[in-house]
Structures are given as structure tokens and as C-alpha cells.
């Protein structure tokens, strides 16, 4: 990808978790900008098919949790696409647990996707980007990275780890790769709790946001210059600055 992308038009992105929620926002957005999207999903194929046919994406399954799947799904996108311009790494889990209770299990559950995957997906992609000359990678993190919930100390940590990744693979990518995240505030679906509408209420801009809010921050990393790389932006509604 070149050094000013100014459009998306005709690059290949995957976008992983893009079955639905803000996954699929990322991916119908993308697809209106004219990119050639990748749909990663591993469960939720009904979800996924809608999506892909939403914006005529491709589809690919992985296990995420394994990382010769991830090696797999990335040889089935070179096969598919012959190249890689864009990676957004938006698969993630989360769960509440007081942190007496966080078993062994519970942390795995958590940082095998959140992190050690969304860690490999970035080697994968980086590899297939550079036989093209490069390419821009979107972590999604969380305000949950940025600020602690004490309940969530297991997911915190992960999202954390995606920060700190983020601006270390910039560093070991540049020039020819951009490494940058986003990290969402409350964005509210149909199942959100009365802990998210409490945090809803005390963000700033009064309300939650949207999946396309989220989407149009990924855009503007995704075509950005690569003096653009290392950075964090939350899309929160300001709820980070309280």
C-alpha cells in the first residue's frame, strides 16, 4: 500500500469477528468504500453469510484460538485475493469475573483471542503485506485498556496487551507497515446491561455510540499516510477523560 492511500478502492481487507456488532459495521462500511473485504468468522456462519452477501465480501473460518488455523486462513487469502492491503484484528471475547474467582481457564479464554491471536494475525498479515509492499493493520483495543474495571481485570489486561503490541509493531514494521488502534467506548447492542447504561450515562457526549462511528475511526487509519502509525484513538464519547 502506498505511503497516502486516499481510497480504499479495489484494497483487499480482512476484518476479523465481522459476522455482526461492530465487526460487521467495520465490514459494510469498508464495503461502501469501495475495498475488497475478508469476512474471518468461526461460529456465527448464518451471521457471517448475511454480512458477506451484505457487501459482498468473501468468507473465511478460523479457529482463532489455534495458530495454525490463522496461518491456514491467511494461505486461503493470499490463494483467494493474491495480496493483503488492510487487517482489522476486531475478534474478541468478554466476560465479568471477580478477580478472586478468574480461573485459569477464564484467563485463557480470554487471551488467546484478544491477544496472543490478534499477535499472529499481525505476523500473518505483516508477512503477506510486505510481498506487496506493504499495508496498513487496525487493532481494536478497548477503553477497557485504557482504564481499569475491577471486575474485568482479565479483560482489561488483554486489551491493555493489544495497546502496547500496537505501538511495538509499528516500531518493527515501519516504514512499509502501519500498526494503529481503536479503542470503543460503550458501543450498545441489544444485550447490553445495566452496568453499560451506567456508563453510558456518565460519558460526556451523552449517549453510546454506533459500530460506523468505530468503523469511520478504522477508515481513517486504513487510508492514512504512514506518519500515522503507534497511535491509539478512542472513540468513547470523552467517557475516557473521566
Same mark, same amino acid.
Given at each position: 500500500?502506498?505511503? %497516502?492511500?486516499?481510497?480504499?478502492?479495489?484494497?483487499?481487507? %480482512?476484518?476479523?469477528?465481522?459476522?455482526?456488532?461492530?465487526?460487521?459495521?467495520?465490514?459494510?462500511?469498508?464495503?461502501?468504500?469501495?475495498?475488497?473485504?475478508?469476512?474471518?468468522?468461526?461460529?456465527?456462519?448464518?451471521?457471517?453469510?448475511?454480512?458477506?452477501?451484505?457487501?459482498?465480501?468473501? %468468507?473465511?473460518?478460523?479457529? &482463532?484460538?489455534?495458530?495454525?488455523?490463522?496461518?491456514?486462513?491467511?494461505?486461503?487469502i493470499e +490463494?483467494?485475493?493474491g +495480496?493483503?492491503?488492510?487487517?482489522?484484528?476486531? #475478534?474478541?471475547?468478554? /466476560?465479568?469475573?471477580? *478477580? &478472586?474467582?478468574?480461573?485459569?481457564?477464564?484467563?485463557?479464554?480470554?487471551?488467546?483471542?484478544?491477544?496472543?491471536?490478534?499477535?499472529?494475525?499481525?505476523?500473518s498479515?505483516?508477512?503477506?503485506? %510486505?510481498?506487496?509492499?506493504?499495508?496498513? $493493520?487496525?487493532?481494536?483495543?478497548? &477503553?477497557?485498556?485504557?482504564r481499569?474495571?475491577?471486575?474485568?481485570?482479565?479483560?482489561? #489486561?488483554?486489551?491493555?496487551?493489544?495497546?502496547?503490541?500496537? +505501538?511495538?509493531?509499528?516500531?518493527?514494521?515501519? *516504514?512499509?507497515?502501519?500498526?494503529?488502534?481503536?479503542?470503543?467506548?460503550?458501543?450498545?447492542?441489544?444485550?447490553?446491561?445495566?452496568?453499560? +447504561?451506567?456508563? $453510558?450515562?456518565? /460519558?460526556?457526549?451523552?449517549?453510546?455510540? /454506533? *459500530?460506523?462511528?468505530?468503523?469511520?475511526?478504522?477508515?481513517?487509519?486504513?487510508?492514512?499516510?504512514?506518519?500515522?502509525?503507534?497511535q491509539i484513538?478512542?472513540?468513547?464519547?470523552?467517557l475516557?477523560?473521566?
Open positions: 500500500m502506498e505511503n %497516502l492511500p486516499s481510497s480504499l478502492q479495489g484494497k483487499v481487507v %480482512l476484518v476479523t469477528g465481522a459476522a455482526k456488532r461492530i465487526g460487521r459495521g467495520i465490514a459494510l462500511r469498508l464495503a461502501r468504500e469501495g475495498a475488497r473485504v475478508a469476512i474471518h468468522y468461526h461460529r456465527s456462519e448464518p451471521e457471517a453469510r448475511r454480512t458477506a452477501e451484505e457487501c459482498g465480501a468473501a %468468507l473465511f473460518r478460523a479457529n &482463532l484460538e489455534s495458530v495454525a488455523e490463522i496461518t491456514a486462513m491467511f494461505g486461503e +490463494r483467494h485475493f +495480496r493483503l492491503d488492510g487487517l482489522v484484528n476486531n #475478534a474478541a471475547r468478554f /466476560t465479568r469475573f471477580d *478477580p &478472586l474467582d478468574i480461573t485459569e481457564a477464564d484467563w485463557d479464554f480470554i487471551h488467546k483471542v484478544n491477544l496472543k491471536a490478534v499477535f499472529f494475525c499481525c505476523q498479515g505483516a508477512r503477506l503485506m %510486505l510481498r506487496n509492499g506493504g499495508g496498513r $493493520i487496525v487493532n481494536i483495543s478497548s &477503553l477497557g485498556g485504557i481499569p474495571w475491577a471486575e474485568h481485570a482479565h479483560y482489561c #489486561a488483554s486489551k491493555a496487551g493489544v495497546i502496547m503490541l500496537t +505501538r511495538a509493531l509499528a516500531k518493527a514494521f515501519a *516504514p512499509d507497515i502501519t500498526v494503529n488502534s481503536v479503542a470503543p467506548g460503550v458501543i450498545p447492542f441489544e444485550d447490553i446491561d445495566a452496568r453499560g +447504561r451506567a456508563m $453510558i450515562e456518565a /460519558t460526556p457526549a451523552r449517549r453510546g455510540g /454506533t *459500530p460506523d462511528e468505530i468503523a469511520g475511526a478504522v477508515v481513517y487509519f486504513l487510508k492514512a499516510s504512514n506518519f500515522v502509525t503507534g484513538l478512542a472513540v468513547d464519547g470523552g475516557s477523560q473521566r
